[in-house]
């Protein structure tokens, strides 16, 4: 007997084969099939769009579900303008949900593709007081590369930070065993001096028998030999501290100190790797400081999210977790984030010349997965712009999401005809309302006015704000609600074009 699902066959990567389940009535002709088609789980409408969907898919068997379940509500594609805006949202959504009663923190979970897009969810949950928590994995400020880097940053501000220097003085290893730091710490403790001010005194020219006896090494010519090397790959990289931004002073460290190919000898050093890559999306938010103000800044910002505790211990939580391990469990709320080209579908499937296109189907299952965890409320997000793998730029929205039908989903300017917040929530948590696709939102109202002349790219001039560039305009009720980025101070606004006086700039 086999019981399995080849549209949820997502482990090619652990050596599991589809083939295996898509051969089996050729391989055992007389084996007897039963189809187990009825869905207890989600809505019509999500099931219909997980359906139709992954019909897309070549190697898979055909199948109709079904389900007696209610037909729901329509799915909600949300297109923020980058990371921060798209934790915001999810922020936005889980508050407003948990705090009218309709769902529990324990009813929600947040997807994702890769570890490294924890990180932003995180920190706005933390800022937000929200309970969550991570499963399969670990805090992002938790995580040993993260913490690697930051051991070396923590040594550019302060090289007296013994804690920071044992972490990391044979990280990667450079022949300095544990015995060493051992012998090291003894040696500086008698002294009275940190370990760094050690390391300087054996590097020192003067010999020791100009010093008390207890100032003599405990070290052969080998272990100096490496011991000096470190304290001249610190040095170094204090010197560069003093004139490099944070961008640049993160890459030095990765590049001086070989952590990228000690990486590449990990099974896993994909994935620390982009870890590592988000890190450096957080250090471009210092880039334009002074660099001592901005190590120091920077360094303070991570020890305020990473020294929050129990935000996940007792009570209900929310849950984040990534696409491969959400596979058999269920959620009444669901948001995917990240759903981007490059993402999802991850950039190795987009580079697979292979005919059957398997990492690409197998990418689109796992959109399947993640769709059909969903009981009630499923939500479609992506981000306009993106800082991932240390590159930030605009992406193409997922080529999955063309293939829902625009009859089973919605936009949040069609979702909420009437603002849901008052003024001040609109500005603690700023509501994206582009629609992934760039165009008219679909499903608009029969009865909206005439579309207005106004599209993204277009110049206007508002009577209080001054000038700005049109970002996007959507129906929203009756009117029609247009995004702004003002020049100067105003920054970007969105207005009712009944209510907004704009005129455009030729």
């Not at 593709?113 to 932003?120: G, H, K, L, Y």
Request: aromatic share 8%.
């Amino acid at each position: 007997c086999v019981v399995g699902d080849p549209d949820q066959s997502i482990y090619s990567w652990r050596q599991a084969d589809i083939r295996n389940i898509l051969n089996f009535e050729k391989d055992y002709p007389e084996a007897k099939v039963i189809t187990l088609d009825q869905n207890y789980r989600s809505t019509k409408t999500i099931l219909e769009a997980a359906t139709t969907m992954i019909s897309a898919n070549k190697q898979r068997k055909q199948k109709q579900l079904w389900t007696d379940n209610e037909a729901g509500q329509a799915i909600l594609v949300v297109e923020a303008y980058n990371e921060k805006e798209e934790a915001q949202f999810v922020v936005r959504e889980t508050d407003i949900l948990t705090k009218r009663k309709t769902f529990d923190p324990g009813d929600i979970a947040v997807m994702y593709r890769t570890n490294a897009q924890s990180r932003a969810l995180e920190e706005a949950f933390l800022r937000h007081g929200i309970p969550y928590r991570l499963v399969g994995g670990l805090r992002f400020y938790e995580r040993k590369e993260v913490k690697d880097a930051l051991a070396y940053l923590r040594l550019m501000q302060n090289p007296f930070d013994s804690a920071s220097m044992a972490r990391i003085i044979n990280v990667p290893t450079r022949g300095i065993g544990d015995r060493s730091v051992e012998e090291l710490t003894k040696w500086a403790h008698s002294m009275n001096i940190p370990p760094y001010a050690a390391l300087q005194l054996l590097a020192n020219a003067e010999e020791p028998a100009k010093q008390e006896d207890k100032t003599e090494s405990p070290f052969n010519a080998r272990t100096v030999q490496a011991l000096a090397g470190f304290l001249n790959l610190i040095n170094g990289l204090i010197e560069k501290s003093k004139n490099m931004d944070m961008v640049q002073l993160l890459d030095a460290i990765m590049k001086d100190t070989g952590y990228k190919s000690y990486l590449e000898e990990d099974e896993e050093g994909e994935t620390k790797w982009e870890n590592l890559q988000e890190l450096r999306t957080v250090a471009s938010e210092y880039k334009q400081m002074m660099p001592e103000e901005g190590l120091q800044s920077f360094l303070e910002n991570v020890a305020l999210v990473s020294d929050v505790d129990g935000m996940d211990d007792g009570g209900e939580a929310v849950t984040l977790i990534t696409l491969h391990l959400a596979k058999g469990l269920e959620y009444p709320v669901v948001f995917i984030i990240g759903l981007e080209e490059g993402l999802l579908p991850h950039q190795r499937a987009i580079d697979d010349d292979n005919e059957s296109h398997d990492e690409m189907e197998e990418e689109r299952r796992l959109f399947y997965v993640g769709m059909t965890r969903a009981e009630k409320r499923l939500y479609l997000i992506r981000a306009f712009r993106r800082a991932f793998r240390g590159v930030t730029g605009a992406n193409q929205p997922s080529r999955f999401l063309y293939d829902i039908p625009r009859n089973l989903i919605t936009t949040p300017a069609q979702a909420e005809k009437q603002a849901r917040l008052n003024l001040s929530l609109q500005t603690q948590y700023p509501k994206p309302q582009r629609i992934p696709w760039g165009g008219n939102a679909p499903l608009a109202s029969q009865d909206a006015k005439p579309a207005p002349d106004y599209k993204a790219g277009d110049h206007v001039r508002h009577a209080t704000f001054g000038e700005g560039v049109v970002v996007n305009c959507v129906p929203n009720g009756q009117d029609y609600e247009v995004t702004v980025a003002f020049k100067g101070t105003a920054g970007v606004k969105r207005l009712l074009l009944s209510y907004a006086p704009l005129e455009k700039v030729v």
